[in-house]
């Protein structure tokens, strides 16, 4: 085969590095995106964080700072910090900062150390009388324990894993077994939810209704679960406010002792937008605080516009060109970021404006289609734009994704949306009677008399989705 030369023209899209990152931060959460510069920072000394800069009057973008290579100035007078009722909601905020300097703010919160259960444990151990020997079978008790202070492992199985030369038998564990259960919280080293309740009512007056309870949680907890009151008062033989008094001391106790001991990160999430209102109009700004503060560094560029002019071709002087070309974007995309976040949020408010007035029961249905011809955008940039990024209003902080929703269809022929229905069925369970709850069905016959049609399956759905339990679980005596 004779081997030819032939020119073809097409056209296919290309993204540039500029592009690729630019795409890349859109969607990054606030935590992320600082990660994100941390990097940036560290490995580009052209690039540097604005040190000791004060915001003028509550606005970004004082004389004294430079326009052109700060994205701060980015944000003005309209982006300032709310004063007022707003100022007292943002320092409240989880995650807000706060001035060093201010006298008179609240002390800063900082999340202490916490004791796990089994030094806890640990350390009434120490105090007790137990000779060495005891202690040991009871700290191996608890190794054995899990997160909620359940002993999950039999006592066959742990004596199998002790020495041999220890010479401990059944009984002798058994002892320590009793002591473990004897330090707190109540009912720790308990192998079953029965035994977790009856240990913490060990305590408790031995009067009819503590009997009554003990007696239900041995043989009826079942029962006791699936609302079944009638049969525990048959089984029992008890008045119904003897059973009302056991279910109250039940439902008082701790089915998870070692639960208030599990050590978890807690996570503070820094609002991306504030929305406050002004002469009677719900605007949405970015929060200052949410925006990192850079700039290029100034001797770094003056060093290289003087290498620039004397025509130095070094490849240092190459490389810092391009970290001068990359911060640049940086800055660039990050202030393009903002914009655009700050443009949905206002698309957002403006059509969810009823809910900022009156609650959840006024959401109007809303799909990333709607924002994105407005603002000329494609879907898949208000789908990174709207995840995990955060809104803080009067009603709450929520993500941008929370307010958009599908709609069910109403007798007037407009549409209802989906929170609006789920606000409402929480408020119709919440006013129920508890000895007859509403079923799924009558829920549903109910909305259908406000127009509202809405099938029995999908009133199932969204309960289960706020966590509401169904009716013949939520019947009570």
């Keep these: 085969m004779k081997q030819t030369l032939q020119l073809k023209l097409s056209q296919h899209l290309t993204l540039t590095p500029q592009l690729q990152q630019s795409?890349?931060?859109?969607?990054?959460?606030?935590?992320?995106?600082?990660?994100?510069?941390?990097?940036?920072?560290?490995?580009?000394?052209?690039?540097?964080?604005?040190?000791?800069?004060?915001?003028?009057?509550?606005?970004?973008g004082g004389a004294e700072q430079p326009r052109t290579e700060s994205i701060n100035d980015a944000f003005g007078a309209e982006n300032a910090a709310p004063d007022g009722e707003w100022g007292e909601a943002l320092a409240a905020a989880p995650g807000t900062p706060r001035s060093d300097d201010d006298e008179d703010a609240p002390t800063r919160q900082v999340a202490a150390a916490g004791e796990s259960l089994r030094e806890h444990l640990a350390g009434q151990l120490a105090l007790t009388r137990a000779t060495p020997r005891d202690r040991g079978l009871v700290t191996a008790l608890i190794e054995a324990l899990d997160e909620d202070g359940y002993l999950d492992m039999g006592l066959e199985e742990i004596l199998a894993m002790l020495p041999e030369e220890l010479a401990v038998d059944i009984d002798e564990l058994g002892a320590a077994l009793k002591l473990l259960q004897s330090l707190e919280p109540a009912g720790v080293g308990a192998r079953s939810l029965p035994e977790v309740l009856e240990l913490q009512m060990r305590d408790y007056p031995a009067d009819a209704v503590t009997e009554l309870a003990r007696r239900i949680v041995r043989e009826f907890l079942p029962a006791l679960a699936d609302r079944d009151f009638g049969l525990i008062r048959r089984e029992c033989r008890c008045s119904e406010s003897d059973l009302k008094a056991a279910r109250e001391i039940i439902v008082a106790l701790n089915p998870r002792p070692g639960a208030q001991f599990n050590l978890n990160d807690t996570r503070y999430v820094t609002p991306d937008v504030i929305v406050r209102k002004i002469r009677s109009t719900w605007r949405a700004a970015i929060n200052p605080d949410a925006v990192p503060r850079l700039r290029i560094n100034r001797?770094?560029?003056?060093?290289?516009?003087?290498?620039?002019?004397?025509?130095?071709?070094?490849?240092?002087?190459?490389?810092?060109?391009?970290?001068?070309?990359?911060?640049?974007?940086?800055?660039?995309?990050?202030?393009?970021?903002?914009?655009?976040?700050?443009?949905?949020?206002?698309?957002?408010?403006?059509?969810?404006?009823?809910?900022?007035?009156?609650g959840e029961v006024a959401m109007r249905p809303l799909v990333l289609r709607e924002i994105a011809d407005e603002l000329g955008l494609h879907e898949s940039t208000i789908s990174r734009v709207t995840t995990s990024k955060y809104m803080l209003t009067p009603k709450g902080l929520f993500e941008l994704k929370y307010f958009f929703g599908?709609?069910?269809?109403?007798?007037?022929?407009?549409?209802?949306?989906?929170?609006?229905?789920?606000?409402?069925?929480?408020?119709?369970?919440?006013?129920?009677?508890?000895?007859?709850?509403?079923?799924?069905s009558k829920i549903a016959e109910i909305l259908g008399q406000q127009g509202i049609v809405v099938a029995r399956r999908t009133i199932a759905k969204y309960r289960d989705a706020l966590k509401i339990a169904p009716a013949n679980m939520r019947k009570t005596i």
């Excluded at 940086?330 to 443009?343: A, C, H, M, S, W």
């Excluded at 022929?413 to 000895?435: F, H, M, N, W």
């Design 23 to 60: 795409i890349r931060l859109l969607q990054l959460s606030t935590i992320e995106l600082n990660q994100e510069i941390e990097q940036m920072l560290a490995e580009n000394p052209l690039l540097e964080r604005e040190e000791g800069f004060e915001p003028a009057d509550g606005a970004y």
């Design 299 to 358: 001797m770094y560029a003056e060093i290289l516009a003087r290498e620039r002019t004397r025509g130095a071709s070094a490849e240092g002087a190459t490389g810092m060109a391009t970290q001068l070309q990359e911060a640049k974007w940086l800055l660039k995309n990050v202030q393009q970021r903002f914009e655009t976040i700050g443009r949905v949020a206002q698309a957002i408010v403006d059509r969810q404006r009823h809910f900022l007035d009156h």
């Design 406 to 440: 599908s709609h069910v269809a109403t007798d007037s022929g407009g549409a209802c949306s989906s929170t609006a229905i789920r606000a409402l069925i929480k408020q119709l369970v919440s006013a129920e009677d508890v000895k007859r709850p509403l079923s799924d």
